[in-house]
């Protein structure tokens, strides 16, 4: 495929956003990342895979909640619980977090995926144990017509506007993969 970065053997990566792209204080949905599918590449059976990375932080003194959305065209397709951080008074204490999910084609018309969101705990250079992360799997679907361009849209909403809380994007990416 001409055009697109080479990603690994056989995917090809379609879009990736480089910046720290942050929702500070908000208790409204931002988009942290919009990641673009060009009209009419998609085929049956191909499929995506969406990263995206980041961190958090409260420092508020009370406990925030954040809600992670996957969407493409105007459909969302996964979103998790409201994930409660406990405040931590140290700034540099962000909680990293990771989203995967990998979307196949049954038809060019119809969607599905599996996704899974990781947030770490709040302790700096230790490996928390699960209970003190925070882990959400999810499957969902979607009617979108790839004949037309389409986004995938990566969001977080804050449950509480405070100006000592936020997510913070570093990167994220869309990596196609064609059905032999």
């Given at each position: 495929m001409s055009g697109f970065p080479q990603a690994g053997s056989s995917g090809v990566v379609l879009a990736e956003v480089h910046a720290d792209a942050g929702a500070p204080s908000l208790n409204t949905e931002q988009t942290l990342a919009t990641l673009a599918i060009p009209?009419?590449?998609i085929r049956v059976g191909d499929g995506l895979q969406v990263l995206a990375f980041g961190d958090t932080v409260n420092s508020s003194g009370s406990a925030v909640t954040y809600t992670w959305r996957l969407k493409i065209g105007g459909t969302t397709m996964l979103a998790t619980p409201a994930f409660s951080h406990a405040s931590n008074p140290d700034t540099n204490a962000r909680r990293k977090w990771k989203f995967t999910a990998e979307l196949e084609f049954p038809t060019t018309a119809s969607e599905r995926v599996t996704g899974d969101l990781l947030t770490?705990?709040?302790?700096?250079?230790?490996?928390?144990?699960v209970a003190t992360a925070l882990v959400a799997t999810g499957?969902?679907?979607?009617?979108e017509d790839t004949?037309?361009?389409?986004?995938v849209v990566f969001t977080c909403q804050l449950g509480?506007?405070?100006?000592?809380?936020?997510?913070?994007l570093h990167g994220a990416s869309l990596v196609?993969?064609?059905k032999p």
């Open positions: 009209a009419g590449l770490t705990g709040a302790t700096l250079n230790t490996m928390d144990a499957y969902g679907t979607a009617a004949a037309a361009a389409l986004n509480t506007a405070v100006s000592s809380a936020d997510v913070v196609y993969f064609r």
